[in-house]
């Protein structure tokens, strides 16, 4: 490990690299804003256990927990299943667990965790009333970006987080995520701004920064504060719809 990994491990900041560069060739601080052509959703090929989709809470939990369905269960820690309110409106899903998240077994509870839930707070949410979970379950090595395979062995265990919640709305935290959510790939820039749809529930998405790239760019966080407005009012409508019938 460089220095500088080092010091950026330190700060509980994530340096992502790919897997097949030198250590010493790290030259990003954040997830890519970009994602690699080999973890597009075109490629996935589901590779879990036949009733992933009818599992409840619990099941689903220890599934995962025990999951050795691609490579990353010999590097993790302990899986990273999900978080909060299993009735929530909003849910959140950021790309993968990062050394803070491996650690305690709590997705986003890193620097980029801390800001989320400054973002939350800012549109009157606490942490505790969304549901937050990632692509994929266990921290891919020195915080490399997922490969095509992992993201599709954990393909189903989100599938089945989101059906369980059954959320008024998805904020897809940054653009790996979106494209995954959304199988496509347009840039970030594209997605942002509009109501999408996740196409295996048609649950409303919205696509904004992820809270890491946000830490080194300040000036994005009001449009990733209208973002998590326009987020809020799917979410307000559908609990107005609820109460009134
Ligand atoms: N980044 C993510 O996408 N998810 C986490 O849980 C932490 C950092």
């Known amino acids: 490990m460089t220095a500088q990994q080092q010091y950026l491990n330190a700060m509980g900041i994530d340096v992502w690299q790919r897997r097949d560069l030198p250590v010493d ?16 959703p075109t490629v996935t090929i589901p590779v879990v256990a036949d009733d992933v989709g009818i599992m409840e809470w619990d099941r689903l939990r220890s599934t995962v927990a025990s999951c050795e369905l691609c490579s990353l269960h010999t590097t993790r820690t302990q899986t990273v299943f999900g978080t909060g309110d299993q009735q929530a409106q909003l849910m959140i899903v950021g790309d993968a667990p990062g050394v803070d998240e491996d650690r305690q077994g709590d997705p986003f509870v890193g620097r980029a965790g801390q800001l989320l839930n400054e973002m939350l707070h800012a549109i009157g949410f606490k942490r505790e009333q969304v549901y937050i979970a990632n692509i994929i379950k266990c921290r891919p090595p020195n915080s490399t970006a997922p490969q095509a395979s992992e993201i599709s062995s954990c393909h189903a265990y989100l599938q089945r987080q989101i059906a369980l919640v059954q959320p008024a709305v998805i904020l897809a935290a940054g653009e790996l995520t979106a494209q995954y959510l ?13 109501e999408h749809r996740y196409p295996e529930s048609d649950v409303p998405v919205i696509a904004t920064y992820h809270p890491a790239f946000l830490l080194n760019a300040s000036a994005e966080k009001r449009n990733a504060w209208h973002d998590l407005l326009m987020a809020r009012t799917i979410a307000s409508e559908k609990i107005k719809h609820d109460v009134t019938g």
């Not at 060739?25 to 597009?40: D, F, L, Q, Y």
């Not at 496509?184 to 594209?190: P, S, V």
């Open 25 to 40: 060739a790290i030259i990003e601080t954040s997830p890519p804003e970009t994602v690699p052509s080999e973890v597009k």
């Open 182 to 194: 959304l199988k496509c790939d347009e840039t970030l820039a594209d997605l942002r701004g509009k």
